[in-house]
């Protein structure tokens, strides 16, 4: 196995939760199927900026919330790039 490769990983698709900042993605290696990530957690500093990228971890009723209120679009997005089995 040659390891994992950088220049072979891409970003699909990703959303956002401005309240939790919590992103969801859709991401590709080489010639996989693309699949559905969940985190990392971006927060934003007390001067606003965003900070370092930390992971997900447990989630919130309001990272439940905006999930669930994004859960079809994202599922829509995925299909786009892969049908269901």
Same mark, same amino acid.
């Given at each position: 196995?040659? +390891?994992?490769?950088?220049? *072979?990983? %891409?970003?699909?698709?990703?959303?956002?939760?401005?309240?939790? $900042?919590? !992103?969801?993605?859709?991401?590709?290696?080489?010639?996989?199927?693309?699949?559905?990530?969940? +985190?990392?957690?971006?927060? *934003?500093? %007390?001067?606003?900026?965003?900070?370092?990228?930390?992971?997900? $971890?447990? !989630?919130?009723?309001?990272?439940?919330?905006?999930?669930?209120?994004?859960?079809?679009?994202?599922?829509?997005?995925?299909?786009?790039?892969?049908?269901?089995?």
């Amino acid at each position: 196995m040659a +390891g994992f490769d950088p220049s *072979k990983d %891409k970003k699909l698709k990703e959303w956002r939760c401005e309240e939790t $900042g919590l !992103l969801i993605s859709i991401n590709q290696y080489g010639e996989g199927d693309p699949k559905l990530q969940i +985190g990392p957690r971006i927060l *934003k500093g %007390k001067d606003g900026n965003d900070r370092a990228p930390a992971k997900a $971890g447990r !989630l919130s009723i309001e990272d439940v919330d905006w999930l669930y209120s994004m859960i079809d679009e994202i599922k829509q997005e995925l299909e786009s790039y892969v049908a269901p089995e």
